[in-house]
């Protein structure tokens, strides 16, 4: 059970270049969610997902994209990377509230310096 | 807008001590989350709190959830060097959504 897996997890970018972090659960999870960490500060929402074909904003969506064909994949894109992009994202997961609800599983990250 | 406001940011702490981590949040919400992180590392979860006066334990920490005052608290029993880390708390609004609101985090330095 490999539960939320992210790839790449480094990547250095130039000013405008474009790519995308890679999310996967194998949980058979309907919710999924994109989050990036600045130091000193929490968590913030960038998208979420409550399942396959919809997907919806969260607080600071700016600059990226999100699609979600599938239960398992819910890739985040950089459209044209900028330096303020520059922060370790985690993507998370969590199955619907009810017997056994265990609450979110994060995945490992993706470390992206945007130079 | 949901708010979730931690407090202390920083506590540096002996072996042996106790203390708690506050964690308070602006709007309604029955679904409480405690999260580790280690330095590098990603979250590590501890607690999920579901109902007003939910209390769970593991080891050195004790987590509850007060709905109606809003506040959760991370209570920390004879702090053990093992204990230092990053401390998040996150509300999840519920409903369809899924929409979790973390705070700032409580750095915990667990000294001898």
């Known amino acids: 059970n490999a539960g939320v897996t992210q790839t790449p997890k480094f990547q250095v970018l130039k000013t405008g270049q474009s790519m995308t972090l890679q999310c996967a659960q194998d949980?058979?999870?309907?919710?999924m969610s994109w989050y990036r960490q600045d130091p000193g500060m929490g968590l913030r929402l960038i998208h979420y997902?409550?399942?396959?074909?919809?997907?919806d904003q969260g607080e600071v969506p700016n600059g990226y994209n999100v699609s979600r064909s599938t239960t398992e994949d819910f890739p985040l894109r950089l459209l044209s990377a900028a330096p303020s992009q520059t922060s370790v994202y985690f993507c998370?997961?969590?199955?619907?509230?009810?017997?056994?609800?265990?609450?979110?599983?994060f995945g490992s990250g993706t470390r992206l310096t945007v130079v | 807008e949901l708010k979730v406001e931690q407090n202390p940011l920083f506590l540096s702490m002996q072996e042996g001590k106790n203390y708690t981590i506050y964690c308070n949040y602006s709007?309604?919400?029955?679904?409480l989350y405690w999260y580790r992180q280690d330095p590098g590392k990603s979250l590590e979860s501890l607690f999920v709190?579901?109902?007003?006066?939910a209390v769970k334990q593991e080891g050195r920490l004790m987590a509850s959830l007060d709905t109606k005052a809003r506040l959760s608290t991370l209570h920390i029993t004879a702090a053990v060097h093992d204990l230092s880390a990053t401390y998040f708390c996150a509300v999840d609004i519920g409903g369809t959504a899924s929409k979790l609101t973390f705070g700032t985090g409580t750095r915990l330095q667990v000294t001898l």
């Open positions: 709007t309604t919400s029955d679904r």
């Open positions: 998370a997961s969590r199955s619907s509230t009810g017997t056994g609800f265990r609450g979110y599983t």
């Open positions: 997902s409550v399942g396959a074909g919809i997907t």
């Open positions: 949980m058979n999870h309907e919710y």
């Open positions: 709190l579901l109902s007003n006066g």
